[in-house]
T-cell receptor, first 112, second 112 residues
Framework: GENVEQHPSTLSVQEGDSAVIKCTYSDSASNYFPWYKQELGKRPQLIIDIRSNVGEKKDQRIAVTLNKTAKHFSLHITETQPEDSAVYFCAASRNRDDKIIFGKGTRLHILP | DAGVTQSPTHLIKTRGQQVTLRCSPKSGHDTVSWYQQALGQGPQFIFQYYEEEERQRGNFPDRFSGHQFPNYSSELNVNALLLGDSALYLC???????????FGPGTRLTVL
């Protein structure tokens, strides 16, 4: 069935360093790969997304890469700040308004 | 412009009871999706409603049912509640084709 695997489950990095979260997906028909940030007790917030016809996308300190052949995609956060501490979810979907299959999440801790 | 709203915010029920959760989509959106997020997990897709019909369904038992009204608002009903139904229930709305799904704040359901 459709599945998204996400690693690591917990990640601690020093403030100012980079953080990388990796995901794999199983559904070959997936074409849309969003990333969400969820703070404690809050709703998931879309922070960046990438479509299957694009290999890389960047938005300020956040970048995503996609290897459709290997079914891998990753989130890179550079120059991490305390407000980056949260749970991050990768996800895959066939279309932007289609059902979203989420990974289990990565709890990111930014250490002072 | 109001975003996605959900009610109630919190709910406590006992095993075997029935519950109804409500969602009002973002203004202009006509598609509503429901997700269940257990503690420490990623959201799982329950079903999606469009034009008052269930368009897609995830791997949830028939105890989970829904409805969409002509004004595009939606309800999620869960019968014969189990302890394992305790979770944050998220509603997301979108406007096909290809619009981003916007999440509501969720309803925290606790089953005792």
């Amino acid at each position: 069935g459709e599945n998204v695997e996400q690693h690591p489950s917990t990640l601690s990095v020093q403030e100012g360093d980079s953080a990388v979260i990796k995901c794999t997906y199983s559904d070959s028909a997936s074409n849309y790969f969003p990333w969400y940030k969820q703070e404690l007790g809050k709703r998931p917030q879309l922070i960046i997304d990438i479509r299957s016809n694009v290999g890389e996308k960047k938005d300020q300190r956040i970048a995503v890469t996609l290897n459709k052949t290997a079914k891998h995609f990753s989130l890179h956060i550079t120059e991490t700040q305390p407000e980056d501490s949260a749970v991050y979810f990768c996800a895959a979907s066939r279309n932007r308004d289609d059902k979203i299959i989420f990974g289990k999440g990565t709890r990111l801790h930014i250490l002072p | 412009d109001a975003g996605v709203t959900q009610s109630p915010t919190h709910l406590i029920k006992t095993r075997g009871q029935q519950v109804t959760l409500r969602c009002s989509p973002k203004s202009g959106h006509d598609t509503v999706s429901w997700y269940q997020q257990a503690l420490g997990q990623g959201p799982q897709f329950i079903f999606q409603y469009y034009e008052e019909e269930e368009r897609q369904r995830g791997n949830f038992p028939d105890r989970f049912s829904g409805h969409q009204f002509p004004n595009y608002s939606s309800e999620l009903n869960v019968n014969a509640l189990l302890l394992g139904d305790s979770a944050l229930y998220l509603c997301a709305s979108s406007l096909p084709p290809g619009d981003e799904q916007f999440f509501g704040p969720g309803t925290r359901l606790t089953v005792l």
